[in-house]
C-alpha cells in the first residue's frame, strides 16, 4: 500500500523526500509511515523504473520550477533545505503511472487500501472509477450476507453490539457507495466530463 500512496502523491507533483513523508501523513485517515520504510520504498520504486530522482541544489529552482528548471502550473514548490544542502526530488515516471493505474484497480476488499484507491481514483478512466466503487460495493454485500447467514450468538451484550456495529456501518457503506455508483452513472449519461481537473 505504500507504492500505491507514494506513487499517488508522486502523480499529484514532484516531491522530495521530507515534503512526501509529510504528504503520506495527511492523506486520507492518516498513514503511519517513518523515514526508515519511506527511502527504501522510494529506492525500490526507483530500481523498478516508477520513480526517478534528481539532486537539486537549493539555489538552482525556485518555487516555480521543476527539477529541470521548467515553470510547472499548480506544482510551487521549494526544495530549499535550512541546511542549504542539496537534495533528492523524486518524479514518477511514465512506468510508474502505469503501475498507478493497475494498483488503483486491484481488488477493492480491504478498506485501508480501498481509502487510498478512492484519494487517488481521479486519476482512474471513468469505467475503470465505476468499476472500483462496484468492486467494493461487491465485498460489501458478499459481507452482510455471511454476516446474516451465520450471526454471532453470544449472551455478551457487548459482542452482540460489536456485532450490530458492524452491521450497521456496512449497511452505511453500501448506502454511501450506491450515492457515488449513481453520480458516476449519472455523470456520463449526461455527457458531463467526470474527471476531475488533472493536477
Known amino acids: 500500500m505504500l507504492d500505491l500512496a507514494v506513487l499517488g502523491l508522486l502523480k499529484e507533483g514532484d516531491l522530495h523526500g521530507y515534503e512526501l513523508n509529510k504528504r503520506l501523513k495527511s492523506l486520507v485517515g492518516g498513514y503511519a509511515n517513518s523515514y526508515g520504510a519511506l527511502y527504501p520504498a522510494l529506492a525500490r520504486l526507483e530500481r523498478r523504473g516508477w520513480v526517478s530522482s534528481t539532486a537539486v541544489a537549493p539555489e538552482l529552482v525556485t518555487d516555480e520550477q521543476t527539477s529541470e528548471g521548467h515553470p510547472r502550473r499548480n506544482r510551487k514548490r521549494s526544495t530549499r533545505s535550512k541546511s542549504g544542502r542539496t537534495r533528492k526530488v523524486y518524479q514518477i515516471t511514465e512506468a510508474g503511472?502505469?503501475?498507478l493505474l493497475e494498483l488503483l484497480q486491484e481488488d477493492a476488499n480491504n478498506e485501508r487500501r480501498f481509502r487510498l484507491q478512492l484519494a487517488f481514483c481521479r486519476f482512474l478512466p471513468p469505467d475503470r472509477r465505476l468499476a472500483l466503487f462496484e468492486l467494493r460495493r461487491a465485498h460489501l454485500v458478499s459481507l452482510q450476507a455471511m454476516a446474516r447467514r451465520d450471526p454471532v450468538h453470544s449472551n455478551d451484550p457487548y459482542v452482540r453490539s460489536l456485532f450490530e456495529r458492524d452491521q450497521?456501518?456496512?449497511?452505511?457503506?453500501?448506502?454511501?457507495?450506491?450515492?457515488l455508483i449513481?453520480?458516476?452513472q449519472s455523470k456520463r449519461q449526461s455527457g458531463a466530463?467526470?474527471?476531475?481537473?488533472?493536477p
Open 97 to 99: 503511472e502505469d503501475h
Open 168 to 179: 450497521e456501518r456496512r449497511e452505511h457503506d453500501l448506502a454511501w457507495l450506491d450515492r
Open 182 to 184: 449513481a453520480d458516476e
Open 193 to 198: 466530463n467526470p474527471d476531475p481537473i488533472d
